[in-house]
């Protein structure tokens, strides 16, 4: 078996230890991260700390596969699982001066995952505002879900 490569940046570590503080440094105070879940990005270091906040709560298990650099970009892919459903996921890291990430985009798939991470996150990200929003959140994405999970199953029988 191959020894891991090092990483390309220390996001990655920061991420896998959950050091908020060292995520902080990394962020540029105007850092943008484009969503798979939402049209609308996160803007801000604020809005883009929380959201990892919860996104480490909810994700289980992140193995990295890929962590490559080409000048002020780079791109990590991963496996993970939400809730025991596995996921595969991209990310892509744009930097600036001073090697601080200025955007960030996210990638997920199967179909069935991004659902059950959609439901997972926004009712964390409700939840800190109020249990009353995180439940409308699990009520409003749980038909999403559903229709997911039967189309992974039935998709496959009538395409293949």
Do not use: C
Not at 16 to 45: C, K, Q, W, Y
Not at 69 to 98: C, P
């Amino acid at each position: 078996m191959q020894a891991e490569a090092a990483a390309t940046h220390p996001f990655r570590e920061t991420f896998t230890e959950r050091d908020f503080a060292a995520m902080r440094e990394l962020l540029h105070p105007d850092v943008v991260l484009n969503s798979p879940i939402l049209s609308t990005p996160f803007v801000g270091r604020e809005a883009v700390l929380e959201l990892f906040e919860v996104i480490t709560e909810t994700l289980e298990d992140v193995r990295y596969t890929v962590d490559m650099r080409d000048g002020d970009v780079i791109f990590y892919s991963w496996h993970t699982r939400v809730r025991g459903t596995e996921m595969q996921g991209a990310d892509i890291l744009r930097l600036g001066d001073g090697g601080r990430i200025v955007e960030f985009t996210v990638f997920f798939r199967p179909l069935k995952g991004i659902t059950v991470l959609a439901s997972a996150l926004g009712k964390g990200l409700a939840r800190r505002r109020s249990p009353a929003r995180a439940m409308l959140v699990g009520a409003a994405s749980a038909p999403m879900i559903a229709l997911s999970r039967a189309s992974d199953s039935l998709a496959p029988r009538l395409v293949k």
